[in-house]
């Protein structure tokens, strides 16, 4: 008879299902034994009892099954709840890797357009930076080249000349509107607006003909005549004052308020203003047009130090008539050290500027001379 050892777990389920009925064919060996001992009773010879197989059976099924209720696949079945949420779980992580893909698509296309329009920023820029250089590169060329120099400087002289001109024009004009209809009124005759030009145009003859000497190089008046016409050019703008406010003073005429006063007063200003820069503007243009000065065909050219020397020269002369700079006794010019310090260049560049200013200040004193010389005959 074979015993099967309940304990033994290297066989499957069937194998010890197999084994149990060969144990159930041995017990019914056994039960038959007896039935043979006592079959000659009739009752002793009985059916067997199949107790302990059906035992024996159910203890085997229950091993089988307990066996197979702790294999992994019975602990990882899902229920009908846990498939739900896993679903929905799935859903949204699907989801959300939906929305960091448009998130990151997103981000990538805004940080393209951010570098295209970067790029879009500096090319302009340089763009812009080579039309200043080009510009620069220009003007350089046209403040050493001594024709395109001498020119610009001729367009500021006259475009000086005739704004002042026209400011003195329009003063004019102004007053002898004001004048016509202080003397005879808005009706009267139109000879009336010859009053106020009579006082204002002899001004502006003085004034064109000081700019026409100064740009010679030549002082207007003169020294022996100069007191007649200061005292002449006072006389005219004080006629023309009077001739302007006369209508608006308390003794006079009528008084309208300072406003009134001060808009007829304005005209005979402008008039004086025109009179007293228009030779100051021309006679220092003309100076610096005769300093550079140059042969325009190419026979002769100023080198780029020659050009340093005279535009620091000249910005030392501006500063010693704005009273920046001042100025020795016995020279006339400031020191060689006040000259270095206010341009801020070494000093043999003071140096060779002084030595510039002194021919300069040669040269005007020559030129001084030679016209007291041509008027002493006259005299």
Do not use: C
Request: no cysteine; proline share 5%; charged share 25%.
């Amino acid at each position: 008879m074979t015993i099967t050892n309940p304990s033994r777990n290297e066989t499957g389920a069937l194998e010890r299902w197999i084994a149990a009925g060969d144990t159930a064919d041995e017990f019914s060996g056994v039960v038959d034994g007896p039935a043979a001992r006592f079959g000659q009773d009739g009752e002793e010879a009985a059916a067997p009892d199949d107790r302990l197989v059906r035992m024996a059976a159910e203890l085997e099924t229950a091993r089988g099954e307990a066996e197979l209720q702790r294999d992994p696949a019975w602990l990882a079945r899902q229920s009908p709840g846990e498939m739900r949420r896993e679903r929905r779980l799935a859903r949204q992580i699907r989801g959300g890797r939906r929305r960091q893909i448009y998130t990151t698509v997103r981000s990538e296309q805004a940080r393209q357009l951010a570098q295209v329009r970067a790029e879009n920023r500096i090319a302009a820029r340089d763009v812009n930076d080579q039309i200043w250089h080009r510009r620069a590169l220009s003007r350089r060329q046209r403040m050493l080249d001594p024709t395109s120099r001498l020119a610009s400087l001729q367009r500021v002289t006259s475009a000086a000349s005739a704004g002042l001109i026209a400011v003195a024009v329009a003063g004019v004009v102004w007053t002898s509107a004001g004048v016509k209809n202080a003397l005879v009124g808005p009706d009267g005759s139109a000879l009336a607006y010859l009053a106020e030009p009579i006082f204002s145009v002899p001004l502006i003859v003085l004034m064109a003909v000081t700019a026409v000497a100064a740009r010679f190089g030549r002082k207007f008046p003169s020294k022996e005549h100069r007191t007649k016409v200061y005292a002449v050019e006072a006389g005219l703008l004080l006629a023309s004052i009077a001739l302007n406010t006369f209508p608006v003073l308390p003794g006079t005429g009528t008084w309208q308020g300072a406003t009134v006063l001060l808009a007829h007063l304005a005209p005979p200003v402008l008039i004086l203003i025109a009179v007293v820069l228009q030779p100051l503007v021309t006679g220092f243009l003309a100076e610096i047009l005769v300093e550079v000065g140059e042969d325009v065909t190419g026979n002769s050219r100023l080198d780029e130090e020659t050009v340093s020397l005279v535009r620091l020269a000249t910005r030392v002369r501006i500063a010693v008539a704005y009273g920046r700079l001042e100025v020795q006794p016995a020279t006339g010019l400031p020191s060689i050290t006040a000259i270095g310090k206010y341009l801020v260049r070494e000093k043999a560049v003071a140096q060779q500027v002084h030595a510039l200013l002194q021919e300069w200040g040669e040269g005007e004193r020559a030129v001084s001379a030679a016209s007291t010389v041509e008027q002493e005959p006259a005299r």
